[in-house]
């Protein structure tokens, strides 16, 4: 159910007017005004100001518990036709309220309301206009431009930033254009110059800030911040430009959640300020557990790949994927053996076969020919607006196909899943297929690329040699990651040998209805409790030196529970279960860059263990 309240982009005429809970000031009531200030729905969130200098330029300037978060940032775009970054003549405010509730199919929490505060404003120059639109809500701040004219409009370029204060501490990654994001810690003004990928995190005086944005189309082109260095401030560049649509234009929203390290991380805000799903039946949609070859075992047969599905289906995952080096021959094999073992079929394509209309209708209707489940497409690269425009028409019609869908060598999603549920993942990370898991790199990922979107690192990799983390580690993969489909990186050999770490995984879901972070901080550690139903998953991973985790338990119902923990022992992993409350507080050694899984469910007299979901 989608509630929404949605002011016009511009309402002119009126000097002082209340509609629909929307307040109109003329240019006559304010044009006075020379800053504008919106605060969250409650006392808990940011406030944003944003002001017009003597120069008719604006900027943006956020506030946290009456303390700075984002210093004054400059705001501007140009057109072919006007340059909007200075010599604005204000026009009008519209205030209204924006209450939406929504449920997704993946991700940190399925069901979920957000209430929004925002404001429209109107400017002229010359005989253009745009309107800069603000929201702010609980966990964050967002803006976009909005050209309310009709015809072609040609965007130019955008001159906004975001200004951090240059001491703070920073996580950000070179972008790339496959977007192998690798994150690393810094400070704003210490971070490398050059191209940057969204999220970046900061963290101002114990406020943390992270700049993303959302709602990207063939409308528009998707954006990266550029940082010059030496300076806390980021620019906000386009993909490619210029950019042409038809108006009226709305552009991306440029997003920024801000909170304590737990807001942030827990924040929606990117899928918040995306369009409604665009799939109204999404009962065919199914995300789960999937065995993957290509990382321990490459694609090499029939008879091998049968031999994924046996583990599979004796695992209760869902399907398995058959990556590169597969023959179209093999398909309809795999999918009826299968079929009889409830695991479906995913397959691998690069996305070069995917350009024209032609090619997808011949590709893609012979996948959903062969019975697969979805398509992993490779090779994407970046966000472009003819990229976006591609976008647009492989996810309508693999939605039309009812196929779900995994994107590799591609940019982060950024709202994508909300309106195209059917997306299960993405890459967009430097995952385990480089064969050298790192600890400190794992740990600022829950808080970076994986907290705006399912995240495709094939995780927990016992096998892997090249690793400086614990088998706890790699388990604690599995509950501090969230990717719809959780594209497991060993062979069946492997996790076969692993017992006591199997039984976390098969009782994990991977699509949640709430996410709770317990504690940590990029880098060093990152400790989640996630729910589906009335079954808890907790862990995580760390890259600090041995420790005692405790957290309290009152995150649980009523009643008794039982769990089981599974944790770096003397050599190997070790399981242990007890009976809690929600009055007790889970203890569970830690090992030097470790970690551990456990799942909590309710408890039923003489219980050994909890049950698979």
């Not at 006007?82 to 199919?105: H, I, M, P, Q």
């Not at 795999?334 to 011949?362: E, F, H, M, P």
């Not at 030097?592 to 799942?599: E, K, S």
Request: glycine residues 10%.
């Amino acid at each position: 159910m989608l509630r929404r309240q949605a002011v016009p982009p511009l309402l002119a005429g009126a000097s002082a007017l209340v509609l629909a809970g929307v307040l109109l000031t003329g240019p006559g009531a304010a044009s006075a005004a020379t800053s504008w200030t919106l605060a969250s729905p409650t006392s808990a969130g940011p406030t944003a100001v944003v002001g017009l200098g003597d120069n008719g330029s604006l900027s943006l300037t956020v506030t946290k518990g009456g303390a700075t978060a984002v210093n004054s940032s400059p705001l501007g775009i140009s057109t072919s036709s006007t340059d909007y970054s200075s010599g604005l003549t204000f026009g009008t405010r519209a205030d209204t309220t924006v209450t939406e509730s929504y449920t997704t199919v993946t991700g940190k929490q399925r069901s979920r309301s957000n209430t929004f505060k925002q404001t429209t404003l109107s400017f002229t120059k010359g005989g253009g206009s745009v309107n800069l639109v603000v929201r702010v809500s609980d966990d964050g701040v967002a803006y976009r431009w909005v050209f309310p004219g009709g015809g072609t409009i040609t965007v130019t370029g955008e001159s906004s930033a975001w200004n951090l204060p240059a001491s703070s501490p920073a996580w950000v990654s070179d972008e790339q254009a496959d977007d192998q994001g690798k994150w690393r810690e810094t400070t704003a003004s210490a971070a490398p110059g050059g191209s940057l990928s969204y999220p970046a995190l900061f963290d101002v005086n114990g406020t943390f800030v992270q700049i993303a944005e959302s709602d990207l189309s063939g409308r528009y082109s998707g954006s990266h911040l550029t940082h010059s260095g030496g300076t806390g401030r980021y620019d906000v560049d386009l993909e490619t430009s210029p950019v042409s649509a038809a108006g009226p234009l709305s552009t991306p929203w440029r997003t920024a959640a801000i909170g304590s390290l737990a807001t942030v991380t827990q924040s929606r805000l990117v899928d918040d300020l995306a369009p409604p799903s665009k799939i109204a039946d999404t009962s065919w949609i199914k995300p789960g557990n999937v065995a993957w070859s290509w990382l321990p075992d490459g694609v090499d047969s029939v008879a091998q790949q049968e031999q994924y599905i046996d583990f599979a289906s004796r695992n209760g995952w869902s399907a398995i994927l058959v990556d590169a080096g597969f023959q179209d021959s093999w398909i309809p094999t795999l999918v009826a053996y299968g079929k009889a073992r409830n695991v479906g079929i995913i397959v691998w394509y690069d996305s070069s076969a995917l350009q024209s209309q032609a090619q997808r209708d011949t590709i893609l209707n012979k996948v959903k020919g062969w019975g697969a489940v979805g398509v992993k497409i490779d090779y994407v690269f970046e966000d472009s607006q003819n990229t976006m425009k591609w976008y647009d028409a492989i996810l309508q019609q693999t939605a039309n196909l009812h196929l779900m869908v995994n994107f590799h060598g591609a940019q982060t999603p950024r709202g994508m899943q909300r309106t195209w549920p059917h997306v299960m993942s993405a890459e967009a990370v430097f995952g385990a297929e480089q064969k050298q898991n790192k600890a400190v790199f794992d740990t600022i990922l829950p808080f970076t690329r994986n907290s705006i979107a399912s995240m495709d690192f094939t995780p927990v990799t016992f096998s892997m040699t090249n690793r400086d983390t614990t088998d706890g580690h790699e388990l604690g993969m599995s509950v501090a990651f969230e990717s719809g489909w959780q594209h497991y990186g060993d062979n069946p050999g492997s996790y076969d040998a692993h017992y006591d770490a199997m039984r976390i995984l098969n009782r994990t879901p991977t699509a949640w209805d709430q996410t709770i972070l317990l504690g940590g901080r990029p880098a060093k550690e990152a400790w989640f409790a996630r729910r589906q139903g009335d079954h808890w998953t907790v862990g995580g991973i760390s890259a600090i030196a041995a420790k005692t985790f405790s957290t309290p338990l009152s995150f649980l119902g009523s009643g008794q529970w039982f769990t089981e923990i599974t944790t770096d022992g003397a050599g190997k992993l070790v399981r242990t279960t007890k009976q809690v409350t929600s009055a007790d507080t889970l203890s569970v050694p830690i090992a030097t860059r470790g970690g551990f899984g456990a799942v909590f469910c309710k408890y039923t007299a003489g219980m050994t263990g909890c049950p698979r979901l």
